[in-house]
Each structure stands twice: as C-alpha cells, then as structure tokens.
C-alpha cells in the first residue's frame, strides 16, 4: 500500500511540475485580449460568414497562433480604421493588428511591435485611365483609406491632391466613379488585385486595374500596436519572430496574399 501511494504522490507531482512547466511555456496563459481591428482590409481581416470567430484574414490566423503559443484567449473589437489609435489610448483595446503601419506621428501616443510583414503598394485606377506609374499621379486626385499611411503617400506626390474615405472598398468605388473628381486610389498590393476581380461592370467586365507603385514609394510594412508601455509588447514580438522562423509566418503570407 506504502508503494502504491508513494508512486501516486510521484505521478501526481510529475503531473503538476509538467503544468507548471506548460503554464511557463505560455506566459498570457489565464487572460483574455481585446483586439482591435478595422474588418474591411480584404485579405488581411474581413468579415467571415463560416469562421467560428466571424473574422478572417493574415491577421485573423496571426491571432489565431499567437492565441495557441501564448495561451491567451481573445476578443476582436470592430472599428472603424481611424478610431484604432484611440482605442488603445482609452484603454479599449489590448492590442490592434489591422494592417496597420509604423509611423513616427502614430508611436509618439503608441508602441509598435517589430515588422511581421512586407507587402507592396499597388495603386488601383480605371481600365480606361493612362495612369500606370507613380510619376503619372501628380497633380492628380488621389484617395485612399482614411487614417492609412497611404495618406502620407499621396501627400508626398508633387501636386497631388488627398482625397480619403471609410474602407478599401470605399476606395475602389470612388476611383471606379471618379467620385470627388478622383482618378486613383492606393491600397495593399493584394487589395488592389482583390478590387480588380470583384469590382465588375453590369456585362461582367472589370472596372478597375491595378499597378504596383514604384520609384518615389516604399513597401507596406505592417506592425500590432499597443498602448504606451504595455508589457505586451516584448512577448508578443517574441511570438512574431517565433512565427518568422518556424516558416510559420510566411506560409500564412503565401496563403492569403499571394
């Protein structure tokens, strides 16, 4: 009988310090997030009518391995793009990843995680338009997202005028309507070709094509931003380079954006 408890208080023991082991595996384990996003970034998060979290996208999967390799469970919290920023301010979010970027003006009221992915800029225009490069846009009404580093962008084109609205399907309307007297409008490469095979005239024809911006741009390089000194911020890169070098990441890159 001595044995038998004595090889009961042994697995017992074994069995609490691989728990304990597990739950330092998973440093978030036990909290529930508050994630942030804007769901009209096609292909990075959209509203989904078959995943069980209503969402998905790069970034809905991004949450997904990072919920599993930290431990933590999640709650999204839709917004508009433009009111993201503030949620972290107000303490309404945990955290936002919505293909947002890192800019000067954004980390002097929030902190960034490292880059987890590099896509480039396309530029969507009429299939008529003659406009097919970065030099082609001065002096030109261009529109993109508001609140997006597109704006940025746009500003810095010699005479180009800014025109923004709510969406990357806002965008692809006006460019295709000339709303506003706007002729092209800049989104994520993926999302330019998305707005080009699904924004289709009455006979089934495309209304917009696209072009990868060169020259004078730069990439889009997207990054999770968190409220000013949240200890988050060092886990959570520690989970994007964990992603990076499993090959994790970039096999999620491929399935949604390419």
């Given at each position: 009988m001595k044995k038998l408890f004595a090889c009961l208080l042994a697995l017992t023991l074994a069995f609490l310090c691989c728990t304990a082991l597990a739950e330092e595996a998973k440093p978030l384990a036990g909290k529930t997030l508050k994630i942030a996003l804007s769901p009209d970034f096609m292909y990075f998060e959209t509203?989904?009518?078959?995943?069980p979290c209503g969402y998905e996208g790069l970034d809905i999967d991004i949450i997904k391995a990072m919920s599993d390799m930290l431990g933590f469970d999640f709650e999204i919290v839709p917004m508009s793009f433009s009111s993201l920023i503030g949620a972290l301010q107000t303490g309404d979010a945990d955290f936002v990843i919505s293909g947002m970027s890192y800019t000067d003006e954004r980390a002097k009221v929030v902190d960034f995680s490292m880059t987890y992915v590099t896509t480039d800029v396309g530029c969507v225009v009429p299939v008529a338009s003659s406009i097919a490069t970065y030099d082609d846009l001065k002096n030109q009404i261009v529109c993109c997202s508001q609140g997006t580093t597109y704006e940025l962008l746009i500003e810095g084109i010699e005479g180009a005028t800014l025109k923004t609205y709510q969406g990357q399907a806002a965008v692809g309307t006006a460019v295709a309507q000339g709303s506003d007297g706007v002729v092209a409008g800049l989104t994520?490469?993926?999302?330019?070709?998305?707005l080009s095979n699904t924004m289709l005239n009455a006979?089934?024809?495309?209304?917009?094509?696209?072009?990868?911006l060169e020259g004078e741009s730069v990439a889009d390089q997207y990054n999770i931003a968190f409220p000013k000194g949240s200890e988050l911020v060092p886990v959570i890169n520690e989970a994007i380079q964990t992603l990076?070098?499993?090959?994790?990441?970039?096999?999620?890159?491929?399935?949604?954006l390419y």
């Open positions: 509203v989904s009518e078959t995943d994520s490469i993926n999302g330019s070709k998305k006979d089934g024809t495309p209304m917009l094509k696209y072009f990868v990076i070098d499993s090959g994790k990441m970039d096999e999620m890159v491929k399935y949604w």
